[in-house]
C-alpha cells in the first residue's frame, strides 16, 4: 500500500511568482498577494507549491539577498494563516535550468555550480527547517535528459546529506528526468530515511496538454487535438504531424479508448509500484492543460486524472494557479471552475 504524502493530498502551484519570471519587486509584490493565499484555502487545498529561481536570492556571484528571502518568509507565513502547508520548489538553480531558453548551462558537469547549489540549500534548511510541519523541500525541479540520471543521483544523494546535517527530519522531494517522468522514478536513488519523497510531473498525453505550446520542440503550434479523439486516432494525427513526438505518446489502455481514469491508472502504476516496494511517499508536483484546450475538455481530463490519484493515494498540486498558459483563475475557465475544482 502507497505511503500517504500527509498534507499534501491536493494543491495548487504559485508558477511565475519567484520563478520564471522578471524578477523585479514589482512582481514579487503584485503577482501573487495574501488574498490569493486565502483563495486557494478557500478553494479546499491543503497546500501551495512555490517554485523559486535562484535569482530571487543570490545575485550573479552568489551573495545572498535577505529582500528575495523575505518574500519566501511571506509564503509560509501567509501559509500559516490560512492553514496551508508548502512545497518549497529550487525551480532554477545556477548552471541549469528545464528551460533552455534561460540558457543556463554546466550544472551536472561543474563542481563550482554544484558546490553553490548545496550551500543554497543549506541557507534555506538554516532559515526554514524550522516549518518542516508544514514546510517540505524539492531539491530541484525537470531535470530533462536521461545522460544526467547519474549525475544528478549523485548531486542529489550529496545535497540530501547537507540537508540532514542540519535537518534531520524535514521532508525532502526528489524527481527524476525526462522532465520528472513517471518513467523516471525506478532510476530514482533509493530513499535514505522515511522522510523522503518521490516526486513526479503528468502532462500525458503531451501532445494534447501542450498542443499549440510555442516552447515545446518539435510540436507545431497549429496542432489541435480533442480529448474526445480515440487514443488511436490521436496517435495517428501525431505520426501525421509531430513524428518526433511519438517517443512522448503512450498508449496504456486500448487505442479504441479515449483520455480516461484507466488511462492514468495505467500510467501511474509503475512508480507506484516501485514507491510501495521502497516504502516511499510519492506526489505528483505538476499536472494541468493548457489554454488552448477547449476548456469543458480540460474538465474532462481534470476528472480522469483525479480519478487515478484518488484511486492511488497520491498527493498532488495543480499547475498553475494564475496565467503561465495553464492558470485556473484565468477568466476563459469562469464559468466552468466550480466544477473544475471538484477534481484538483
Request: proline fraction near 3%.
Amino acid at each position: 500500500m502507497l505511503k500517504r504524502f500527509e498534507g499534501y493530498m491536493k494543491g495548487i502551484d504559485l508558477g511565475g511568482w519567484l520563478s520564471q519570471c522578471n524578477h523585479t519587486k514589482e512582481r514579487y509584490e503584485t503577482f501573487i498577494t495574501e488574498k490569493d493565499f486565502e483563495t486557494v484555502a478557500g478553494w479546499g487545498a491543503d497546500h501551495v507549491r512555490v517554485p523559486i529561481d535562484y535569482e530571487l536570492v543570490e545575485d550573479k556571484d552568489g551573495n545572498y539577498m535577505e529582500e528575495g528571502f523575505g518574500y519566501i518568509q511571506r509564503a509560509i507565513d501567509w501559509c500559516g494563516k490560512y492553514g496551508l502547508n508548502m512545497v518549497l520548489d529550487l525551480h532554477k538553480t545556477y548552471g541549469y535550468s528545464f528551460d533552455l531558453g534561460y540558457g543556463e548551462s554546466g550544472f551536472f558537469d561543474n563542481e563550482a555550480f554544484q558546490e553553490r547549489f548545496y550551500k543554497l540549500w543549506e541557507e534555506l534548511t538554516r532559515r526554514y527547517a524550522k516549518y518542516e510541519d508544514r514546510v517540505v523541500f524539492e531539491l530541484l525541479n525537470e531535470v530533462t535528459d536521461k545522460e544526467y540520471s547519474d549525475r544528478w543521483n549523485r548531486i542529489s544523494v550529496a545535497c540530501i546529506k547537507r540537508i540532514r546535517a542540519l535537518a534531520p527530519t524535514v521532508k525532502i522531494l526528489l524527481g527524476g528526468y525526462w522532465n520528472n517522468s513517471g518513467d523516471a522514478v525506478k532510476d530514482l536513488p533509493l530513499p535514505v530515511d522515511e522522510n523522503i519523497v518521490y516526486n513526479f510531473h503528468n502532462y500525458d498525453p503531451l501532445v494534447y496538454t501542450h498542443q499549440g505550446a510555442f516552447w515545446v520542440q518539435k510540436l507545431p503550434t497549429d496542432l489541435r487535438l480533442s480529448i474526445k479523439q480515440t487514443l488511436g486516432d490521436m496517435e495517428g494525427i501525431v505520426k501525421e504531424k509531430a513524428p518526433e513526438m511519438l517517443e512522448t505518446f503512450h498508449i496504456p489502455t486500448s487505442p479504441d479508448r479515449c483520455i480516461d481514469a484507466d488511462f492514468f491508472k495505467a500510467r501511474f502504476e509503475e512508480p507506484v509500484r516501485i514507491a510501495e516496494e521502497r516504502n516511499v511517499m510519492l506526489y505528483c508536483g505538476e499536472y494541468g492543460v493548457i489554454d488552448i484546450a477547449q476548456p469543458d475538455e480540460i474538465v474532462t481530463w481534470y476528472k480522469a486524472i483525479n480519478e487515478a490519484f484518488e484511486y492511488y493515494g497520491i498527493g498532488r498540486a495543480t499547475w498553475t494557479y494564475k496565467s503561465m498558459n495553464f492558470g485556473l483563475t484565468d477568466s476563459r475557465l469562469d464559468p466552468y471552475r466550480d466544477e473544475l475544482l471538484k477534481y484538483i
